[in-house]
Structure formats: C-alpha cells, structure tokens
C-alpha cells in the first residue's frame, strides 16, 4: 500500500506542476506582451532623445530573466517558480 499512496502522491504534485506550468505559460505570453510595448517605448524614447531610457533598459533586463525563469521552469530545468511565487529577478 505504501507503494500505491507514493505513486498517488507523485501524480498529484505532477498535476499540480502542470497546473503551475499552464499558469507560467500565461504569464509568459503577458511578459512578453510588455517586452513588446517596451521595445516601442524604447524606440520612441530613442527617436526623441539622444537615447533610450535607463530605467526602462534595468527593467527590461530584468524582464528577460523573469522569461528566462518561466523556460527554465517549464522545460523541467528548474524546479524554482517564477514571479509571483518568488521575488522578481534582478537585472544582472
């Protein structure tokens, strides 16, 4: 019995990884989204100014990483979750 109840155990926290991996999946398509609108502010800012915009540039690389998070966790590299289970990445 002990056998069937560890076996029980794996697919209900598969389940629940797959339910995490839809949800990182949305909020990959969000991100990426925003990634876009950036990159227009981004480019705007360029055409305007003599250059772009220093914040939106830490934001963005922060942003990257944040994409690079939700890969690795979909692709079963990682088992850490993103944003908003953890805190949100850094720009380095």
Same mark, same amino acid.
Do not use: C
């Given at each position: 019995?002990?056998?069937?109840?560890?076996?029980?155990?794996?697919?209900?926290?598969?389940?629940?990884?797959?339910?995490?991996?839809?949800?990182?999946?949305?909020? %990959?398509?969000?991100?990426?989204?925003?990634?876009?609108?950036?990159?227009?502010?981004?480019?705007?800012?360029?055409?305007?100014?003599?250059?772009?915009?220093?914040?939106?540039?830490? %934001?963005?690389?922060?942003?990257?990483?944040?994409?690079?998070?939700?890969?690795?966790?979909?692709? %079963?590299?990682?088992?850490?979750?993103?944003?908003?289970?953890?805190?949100?990445?850094?720009?380095?």
């Amino acid at each position: 019995m002990s056998d069937e109840q560890s076996t029980a155990g794996e697919k209900r926290s598969l389940w629940v990884r797959v339910l995490l991996m839809l949800l990182m999946g949305l909020a %990959f398509h969000i991100a990426v989204t925003i990634l876009g609108a950036l990159a227009l502010v981004q480019l705007l800012f360029a055409a305007i100014s003599d250059g772009p915009n220093e914040r939106l540039q830490h %934001f963005g690389r922060s942003l990257g990483q944040y994409l690079r998070q939700i890969t690795d966790f979909v692709s %079963f590299a990682s088992e850490e979750l993103p944003f908003p289970f953890s805190d949100w990445p850094s720009d380095d």
